[in-house]
């Protein structure tokens, strides 16, 4: 964490990107009730609401060139990946010199997990007008996708193999309008039985740690995805490494009696899952295996990911502050 200062939460004004489409409607739903909090709090703010895929990073780049250095985003992973990709993209600060908030009305919310961010708005709110920030980590993802190498900066888990594949159809279930609560777990069965482990190399920091037959490869800053597995328990945001959880073939039953452990950060108590950790990775496959990042379904392998130290500026809950403030340097309240 670092010192920063600021002016109080009602001399600043946050602009707000609302994903109206979040979680299934209700970004736009719930908006008037955010609102309401936002206003009882005195945080002004100028909202706008998405209008397509890929809009929430138009608009952080034409909100930084007009002056907005508090963004608050009202939506899910999704949305914050977007936000997060345009503070990269736009060439009028740093990016950790614009403040980032989210409100969660997402699917899987699982970004704010590790921050102890509550997914009631009224206490999400709270934790803007209070103001304790984090300087966090970011990766870098360079994937394949119609033969060319692609970039994207990654706040959060990316998932390669099993995991994209869950995404992918997801993804697939929402355009055709399923909205079931069970659309996640149903996807991860169905899945499971379908899905043939693939022959992948995996190295780390160029030290090559895996060449066998691999289910998933879950690599990240942040400890949760897919609606609060734990698959990086270890995970920490601001350490200047990946981390990095490779899951081998294992059969549905040994998994199923052991479950609990992807929920209660016990996840390497199961034998068939590896942990690593490094400055870079590097993943192959044969045959090319997909890949997702923050819950956003991407390219294919080869896979390269990168870090880079304390990138962005995010609201925290207090508690989250007070525990790292704890064992690292002092860090301050900003607006």
């Known amino acids: 964490m670092s010192l920063q200062s600021s002016a109080a939460p009602g001399d600043v004004k946050w602009f707000v990107i609302v994903n109206p489409v979040a979680g299934g409607g209700r970004g736009l739903d719930h908006f008037p009730q955010i609102s309401k909090h936002l206003r009882d709090a005195h945080i002004r703010c100028e909202p706008v609401f998405t209008e397509h895929k890929f809009h929430a ?151 090559l740690v895996y060449n066998n037959l691999l289910l998933s490869a879950a690599v990240g800053i942040c400890k949760f995805n897919g609606g609060g597995l734990q698959q990086l328990p270890e995970a920490v945001a601001d350490d200047g490494m990946l981390d990095l959880s490779l899951i081998r073939p294992v059969h549905f039953w040994h998994l199923l009696f052991r479950f609990h452990y992807l929920f209660n950060g016990g996840i390497y108590r199961i034998r068939h899952i590896l942990q690593e950790r490094g400055s870079r990775i590097r993943i192959e496959s044969s045959p090319e295996v997909g890949v997702e990042v923050d819950g956003e379904s991407l390219g294919h392998t080869p896979l390269e990911f990168s870090i880079l130290h304390r990138a962005i500026r995010i609201v925290v809950a207090k508690d989250f502050y007070e525990r790292h403030a704890a064992v690292k340097e002092p860090a301050a309240k900003t607006a």
């Open 57 to 207: 990073t138009e608009l952080t780049v034409t909100a930084v060139r007009e002056g907005y250095r508090h963004i608050i985003v009202v939506g899910g992973d999704g949305t914050l990946h977007e936000v997060v990709n345009g503070l990269f993209i736009q060439q009028e600060v740093r990016p950790d010199e614009v403040l980032l908030a989210v409100v969660a009305v997402g699917t899987g919310n699982d970004w704010v997990r590790t921050f102890g961010i509550s997914n009631r708005y009224q206490n999400a709110v709270a934790a803007i007008r209070e103001g304790y920030s984090f300087l966090q980590d970011v990766g870098v993802v360079s994937y394949e996708e119609a033969h060319y190498r692609q970039n994207r900066y990654m706040a959060n888990v990316a998932g390669a193999g099993f995991d994209a594949s869950i995404v992918q159809r997801l993804s697939h279930m929402k355009k055709k309008g399923h909205k079931s609560r069970w659309r996640y777990t149903w996807c991860v069965i169905r899945n499971f039985f379908r899905y043939k482990s693939t022959g992948v190399k995996v190295w780390v920091d160029d030290r």
